[in-house]
């Protein structure tokens, strides 16, 4: 973020979770891959972490029962 400020507007990331009228519940976020497009980002260990961090918890073996 201090190299390219733009970034800012969408981290730290956000996770939305909502359930349709059938009772499915729905996760929905931005993928590292569109945060790259979008700001012109380098892969670099930062957001992989980032992105591990958002897929454990978009993950159901990690979520409580």
Same mark, same amino acid.
């Given at each position: 973020?201090?190299?390219?400020q733009s970034v800012s507007i969408d981290l730290p990331m956000k996770v939305m979770v909502w #359930?349709?009228?059938?009772?499915?519940v729905n996760i929905?976020?931005?993928?590292?891959e569109w945060?790259?497009?979008r700001h012109n980002l380098?892969?670099? #260990?930062?957001?992989r972490s980032i #992105?591990?961090?958002?897929?454990?918890?978009c993950t159901k073996s990690h979520l409580p029962s």
């Open positions: 973020m201090q190299n390219i #359930e349709n009228e059938d009772g499915i929905g976020y931005n993928t590292i945060l790259k497009r380098r892969d670099d #260990e930062a957001l #992105e591990e961090a958002v897929m454990k918890i």
